[in-house]
């Protein structure tokens, strides 16, 4: 097919800004908008004859060239609509690979997870059976037996995140979480948790048990590690913190406590407290 140059384009563009003051000067004329059929009557018969012929032999070269851009334009056309549709095909390739991409990640995770839920499981079996009274390997393989193994073993992990606190004095309307925080920070902590009391009000004033959530474990390690230092608060030495314990656990810590308290009223010139599960006593510095 043939093509229209560069060069054959500004040799138009040249003629046709070389030819329009040519003939604006024949018909007397010195703006284009003066080129009227009434100023063409005007000018001399050779004169118009001359522009004549020009204009007949410029727009017969120039229709020439004009069919060959209209030939280029569609080409162009239909290259532009070849190239969309390889861009759409290309297109289509990549999704179809990112399909492919995440398939092979949605089975890699996927195997990952079950990898791990075993592992868990196994886990939680080998702690089951070092922390859980178990009279034999038949037992175990009772479908019942292993759920509440399991279960126990889960409940263990959620409580390792909470801490019990005794001791914290009981108001109608209070914002609990506040006044946990403020024990927290006389130990000099702030951590992020969450707290309720636990039972039924018995009395008017009782001061019931409050249960602290933690972030995690280690949060609640952190918080019990250091509430050995409220003995020496002038706010909250009657308050103290242990560790969340399961139902039979904490029955045992409630009779320590009773007997702490005891211990308390009747040898107030010591100092009471509980360690490993057993209560202590020390006399008190000399102030």
Not at 5 to 19: F, M, N, T, V
Not at 126 to 143: I, Q
């Given at each position: ?255 320590l406590v009773q007997e702490l308290l005891k211990r308390r009223e009747s040898e107030p010139n010591k100092l009471h407290f509980i360690r490993a599960g057993t209560i ?8």
């Amino acid at each position: 097919m043939a093509t229209v140059s560069d060069k054959e384009l500004e040799d138009l563009i040249g003629k046709c800004s070389a030819w329009i003051p040519k003939a604006m000067e024949h018909v007397g004329c010195s703006a284009p908008i003066d080129v009227t059929s009434a100023a063409c009557k005007r000018a001399m018969k050779d004169s118009l004859a001359m522009l004549f012929a020009e204009s007949f032999q410029f727009v017969r070269f120039q229709t020439e060239k004009l069919k060959k851009l209209k030939a280029e334009l569609s080409s162009t056309k239909s290259q532009l609509i070849e190239n969309q549709k390889w861009v759409i095909s290309l297109q289509e390739t990549v999704i179809r690979e990112k399909e492919k991409q995440l398939e092979g990640v949605e089975t890699a995770v996927k195997s990952s997870v079950e990898s791990n839920l075993k592992e868990q499981f196994k886990s939680y079996s080998e702690a089951a059976a070092e922390n859980v009274m178990v009279c034999s390997t038949e037992g175990l393989a009772d479908p019942a037996t292993l759920k509440k193994v399991v279960k126990s073993v889960v409940q263990e992990e959620d409580r390792s995140r909470n801490v019990i606190i005794f001791g914290l004095a009981e108001k109608k309307g209070e914002n609990l979480e506040e006044s946990v925080q403020e024990v927290f920070e006389e130990i000099g902590l702030k951590p992020t948790l969450q707290a309720c009391r636990v039972g039924r009000v018995i009395k008017e004033k009782s001061k019931r048990p409050v249960k602290v959530s933690l972030s995690s474990s280690c949060a609640a390690h952190q918080v019990l590690s250091q509430v050995r230092k409220l003995r020496q608060s002038a706010r909250f030495s009657e308050v103290y913190v242990r560790p969340d314990r399961s139902e039979e656990e904490r029955i045992q810590d409630r009779l320590l406590v009773q007997e702490l308290l005891k211990r308390r009223e009747s040898e107030p010139n010591k100092l009471h407290f509980i360690r490993a599960g057993t209560i202590h006593s020390k006399d008190k510095p000399a102030e």
